[in-house]
């Protein structure tokens, strides 16, 4: 028997067990979360005694006679302190870390009233957070802590909600507090828990499965391979080549390959009855290397093939154009893969239903591309399934492939029971894909005054064992590789190859983020040959309105690259030494794909209802729609609620991805808005109960192969210049960050994407490493590298608007290209100090790496 207090009542445990699963399992107080179970992350905070310490390295024996509280214990006074804080400030996205950091928050302002920044840098040192750059998480500390030594009397929010005020997330609160559900805080009744028996090797015969034993383990409801997939057994968003599982006679293609999925009443006999599993394997030598997938005698990872991809862009005489030029560089780069660390696990939650249907609780990308996965590996009618989003704790591009999704539905659906299906943190880094590792030889040439005359690159991305969306990252990095600059002379080729490593796919920059790197760093050796600044090159050389893009594409009239460069100069003037690099991004697919926005707006309870598909994993979309509707309507932000993602009810708006959802699905928010605002002419709210306006916004672009002089490649771009200072000990102590961001329609959020991108990138830059072993990953979460509260410097946001286009206000995403701009600029900063090209990322030789 264990006692202790846990939130002001005494409980009594009978058994010992781990502390975490005892909060969220026995005790259900879910703003306790599990965000890696290894002591790392933060997000599993509780105060014990007033201190905040990890639940999951604790056990109920070792709070035997003290005292626990969870943000469920904390007084109502504090908790609308916290909550006002953290929403005035715009400091949460996704929501995973914040009831951790809060508890943080509470053990130092407990002691510590009027805390200094170190302080509360220091405090929140063990709290990952991988969405916003912590500095606005410092801020809302402050700001509570004063709220609460002075007995503060908390206002109500002022914002009418209009485009471009600084409103609080609608779901700022219910992340804030813990009162918000993620999938794994879900229980239903008679819920199984889901475990999934991984390949042994990265490239094996599969001979024999054994699943008899594990099948006969008492509290095992069901035991599944590949000969009990009903449908279709390969699945994928373009090219259908991942399997859901591993057949018997085929080989393995990475470590993250499912071959037996099952179901038990515990977690512990679910995970004891895959060890009762047995698998004969033939063990082949696996591809780890493009070269290697490449070779002529290789064998091949998928019947077609093992080059999954090839984008050529040609524009102009390249050959001339280097024979003419004043100078030319020509340099090979290295950016390696990159793990996105959201910081939720995926999770999913199947649910038969009474009908024969089945429900399935998901946190990803995109509820129509899970439906279609599952619909598909079911063989069923699409009203068969449905999928509902929950809170999603960060994606960044990583939840766009099915994971854990298609798992919990097979399994639900064959025992017709509620399946949960939960990854620990080491299984998530062996299954979802990551940035594309690239090795690229880039070539630029100038004239005498700086003009670039021509580009050229051959990239070569190791795309690993599926192509999820290797063949677009592909594309997006030879369309970008030229950079933001009119240069007549282009010649871009790039390939996509399939190894026996974990697959590559969409993050955050898909593609562009290495490419922007070995451009940007071309142009500082050119500077320097030149005698001018990278900062003058860049300006001579930046694309205006009017002006012909790379790829053939006339800038339009909201483009901005000009203006944020100019915007740095100041800093650039005080701070010679300062690395800078400038960047562009595209928003929507493009590229003559289908790209389409949807909502429906639905008059219900006299509240305008925003109903749409578009996935929010944390940058406040939400937020976004709901300000577009008010703007367009004139209507107060209480008369307008959003709807959770869900495929019965809410329309199809397309993944959360390419930076589009802002412009695109903001745009039919927009024009759904103004049919609404028509009858509000004429009716009051309370006259349109029931009604529904529903609009799309469909973007046309031109598709590669056009033939048009100046196709339409993207309907926007997004362009940035980051600006980076070394301290005299070649630390970074600050970041200026300008981007043309067109239109803000809410400056906390524009914000906060920017803080949390250059985190990400200062750590792309300097820190994270994701390196395999034989396919399996060597790093934790702990040794992955990803920047603390402690290590991040100052940042500054600097946003232009100038766009007067109409679409969505003018917006342009910025979700991916706050990633862009920030490990070249940090390049550029080192190459000034030591007048060494730096082209491996991360950066060898800076006070980080040593
Ligand atoms: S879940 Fe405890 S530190 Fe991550
Ligand atoms: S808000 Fe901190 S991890 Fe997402």
Known sequence: MFKFTLNHNDVTVAADKNLLEYLREDACLTSVKNGCDEGVCGSCSVLVDGKARRACMLTVAKVQDKVVTTLEGLSTREREVYSWAFGEVGAVQCGFCMPGMVISAKSLLDQNPAPTSAEVRSAIRYNLCRCTGYLKIERAI?????????????????????????????????????????????????????AVLRAKYPRALVKKIDIATAQACPGVAVVLTAKDIPGERLLGHIVHDWPVMIAEGEETRYVGDALVILAATTKVTARKALKLIRVEYEELTPLLSPEAAMAEDAPRIHPKGNLLS??????????????????????RYSAPRQEHAFMEPESALAVPMQDGALTVYTAGQGVYDDHRGIVAMLGVSGEKVRVISKLVGGGFGGKEDLSVQHHAALLAWQCGRPVKLTLSREESFRVHPKRHPMEMEFTTACDDQGKITAVRARIVADTGAYASLGGPVLQRACTHAAGPYQIDNVDIEGRAVYTNNIPSGAFRGFGVTQTCFAGECNLNLLAAKLGISPWEIRFRNAIEPGGVLSNGQIADAGTALKETLLALKDVIDAHPDAGVACSFKNTGLGVGVRDVGRVKLKVENGVVVICTSAACMGQGLATVMLQIVAETTGLAKSAISVHAPDTMVTPDSGTSTASRQTLVTGEAARRAADALKQELANHSLAELEGREFYREYDCATDPMTSDKPNRVSHVAYGYATHAVILDGDGRVKKVV???????????????????GGVVMGLGFALTE????????????LGTLGLLRSTQVPEIECILIEKNSATLAYGAKGVGEIVMLTTAPAVACAYFNRDGKPHNSLPLKDTPYSR
Not at 318 to 329: E, G, L, N, Q
Not at 769 to 780: E, H, I, M, W
């Open 310 to 331: 090839e984008t050529i862009m040609k524009r102009g005489d390249v050959d001339k154009a280097i024979a003419d030029a004043r100078y030319v560089v020509t340099e």
């Open 737 to 755: 960050a300008a981007h043309d961001v067109g239109k803000a329609i809410n400056p906390n959020n524009v914000e906060g994407q920017i803080e």
């Open 142 to 194: 402050h700001l509570a802590a004063k709220a609460l030594r002075d007995g503060e009397t908390l206002g109500a929010e002022a914002s009418t909600a209009k485009v471009g005020e600084r409103t609080v997330r609608v779901d700022s609160e219910e992340k804030l507090l813990g009162t918000g559900e993620f999938v794994d805080d879900m229980k239903v009744p008679g819920m199984l828990y889901g």
């Open 769 to 780: 490493k994701f390196p395999l072993r034989n396919g399996a990953p060597t790093v934790s």
